[in-house]
């Protein structure tokens, strides 16, 4: 197990194992970019113990999104508005639309993908899409 006073080397080779023991490492350690990469491609909610800076970290987002959707969650802002991401999470389930930034829940095309997986995931649409699925649905 390892704990605040571990090295880098110990702590990559835990990572490795079970991202999960990123939560006992050091606050240099969450904040080093190849130990939370490690952490999030084994366990994407790593992302909740990596440093800010690493959290708007676009390669480590996207690794940790490619593990687990919804670790979007834990994502800075500025990486909720890139849609590569976005789309990534909703793709794999409609609910992480909740996650994303405004801008992302009224893009057509983010919506939609999420809506594919779960069309309840509707709920987290921006007022202007729902308005227009309804629009649409009643033109049917």
């Known amino acids: 197990m390892i704990n605040k006073n571990s090295t880098k080397e110990e702590v990559l080779a835990a ?3 079970d991202g ?3 939560m006992f490492a050091s606050e240099a350690m969450r904040n080093d970019r190849e130990v939370v990469m490690e952490a999030v491609r084994n366990w994407g909610h790593g992302l909740g113990y990596a440093s800010d800076e690493l959290r708007g970290d676009r390669d480590v987002v996207m690794a940790a999104v490619k593990q687990e959707w919804a670790s979007l969650a834990f ?3 500025i990486v909720n508005l890139d849609k590569e991401v976005v789309l990534e ?3 794999q389930n409609g ?3 909740q996650y994303a930034s ?3 829940k009224d893009d057509e095309d983010v919506v939609m993908t999420a ?3 779960s069309w309840e995931a509707v709920e987290y649409a921006s007022n202007r899409i729902k308005r227009n699925i309804i ?3 009643l033109k049917k």
């Open 75 to 77: 994502a800075s802002d």
């Open 95 to 97: 609910y992480a639309l």
């Open 102 to 104: 405004r801008s992302m």
């Open 15 to 17: 990572v490795k194992q």
């Open 89 to 91: 999470a909703v793709k």
């Open 20 to 22: 999960r023991v990123l």
């Open 135 to 137: 629009q649409n649905w």
């Open 115 to 117: 809506l594919t997986q």
